[in-house]
């Protein structure tokens, strides 16, 4: 696929969506918020040169892949949501929602720009690898990044690879919750499972617009 049609295929994609899409320009990621009260997408797009000079069309497609979903499945696919979680909880956890939605958002690629989205897969896969060879992989959040991209490798690459341990319980908990087809549900599956290593589980608001966080076998907070 040429970088045209991805561009072509932005267009398409923003102007298929109901609410706007303003980009708001800070920080060093670039990131999508939706706000289901006010029907708004708001990406921010880094103003970190080096950040900026990153950004590439498909990424800029992913967020609003994330867009697409919350309209159409659940506001929760683009906008991670806690009711009553700690700052430190907040931390732990996030990672862990990121890399869940962002298995569904991908799945949203792969249909629309397998293409594009298929070679990205393999260049991270790559570099996750390497991580691994290196040795870098400590913190939760690597974890979860890295289970996300070999899953992916796994499911649409025919990625061949020994796993063990934590990490093979985190690929198999994305392999097990197939992306197509994403509702809240399954979301909520697949988010439990990557969270059981952390000894906590993650319930919807009876209004479902956020997450309630407990440990496993505590009754959760908030309403
Ligand atoms: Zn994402």
């Given at each position: 696929?040429?970088?045209?049609?991805?561009?072509?295929l932005?267009?398409?994609?923003?102007a298929?969506?109901?609410?706007?899409?303003s980009?708001?320009?800070?920080?060093?990621?670039?990131e999508i918020r939706?706000?289901?009260h006010d029907?708004g997408?708001?990406i921010?797009?880094p103003?970190?040169?080096?950040?900026?000079g990153e950004?590439?069309?498909?990424?800029?497609?992913h967020?609003l892949?994330?867009?697409?979903?919350?309209?159409t499945?659940?506001p929760?696919?683009?906008?991670?949501?806690?009711?009553?979680?700690n700052?430190h909880t907040?931390?732990v956890?996030?990672?862990?929602?990121?890399a869940?939605s962002d298995w569904f958002?991908?799945a949203?690629?792969m249909?629309?720009?397998p293409?594009?989205?298929g070679?990205?897969i393999?260049d991270?896969?790559?570099?996750?690898?390497?991580s691994?060879?290196?040795?870098q992989s400590g913190?939760?959040?690597f974890?979860?990044?890295?289970?996300l991209?070999i899953?992916q490798?796994?499911?649409?690459?025919?990625?061949?690879?020994p796993l063990?341990?934590?990490?093979k319980?985190?690929?198999?908990?994305?392999?097990?919750v197939p992306?197509e087809?994403?509702?809240?549900?399954k979301?909520?599956?697949?988010?439990?499972?990557l969270?059981v290593?952390l000894?906590l589980r993650?319930?919807?608001?009876v209004d479902q617009?956020?997450?309630?966080?407990?440990e496993?076998?505590?009754?959760?907070?908030?309403r």
């Amino acid at each position: 696929m040429k970088p045209k049609k991805l561009k072509s295929l932005i267009k398409k994609t923003q102007a298929a969506l109901q609410w706007p899409v303003s980009v708001v320009y800070k920080g060093d990621s670039l990131e999508i918020r939706s706000d289901h009260h006010d029907r708004g997408h708001t990406i921010t797009w880094p103003t970190d040169l080096k950040a900026a000079g990153e950004v590439r069309d498909i990424e800029y497609l992913h967020e609003l892949a994330h867009a697409t979903l919350c309209e159409t499945v659940h506001p929760l696919f683009s906008t991670i949501c806690f009711e009553g979680v700690n700052e430190h909880t907040l931390d732990v956890v996030t990672p862990c929602f990121r890399a869940t939605s962002d298995w569904f958002a991908d799945a949203w690629l792969m249909k629309v720009a397998p293409d594009y989205e298929g070679p990205d897969i393999d260049d991270h896969l790559v570099i996750v690898l390497k991580s691994l060879q290196d040795k870098q992989s400590g913190s939760m959040e690597f974890l979860y990044g890295a289970s996300l991209i070999i899953a992916q490798g796994i499911y649409y690459r025919n990625a061949r690879l020994p796993l063990g341990g934590t990490l093979k319980q985190a690929v198999d908990a994305f392999l097990s919750v197939p992306p197509e087809k994403p509702t809240i549900q399954k979301y909520a599956k697949l988010v439990n499972l990557l969270l059981v290593p952390l000894q906590l589980r993650a319930k919807l608001t009876v209004d479902q617009s956020a997450w309630l966080i407990s440990e496993i076998g505590e009754p959760p907070h908030g309403r």
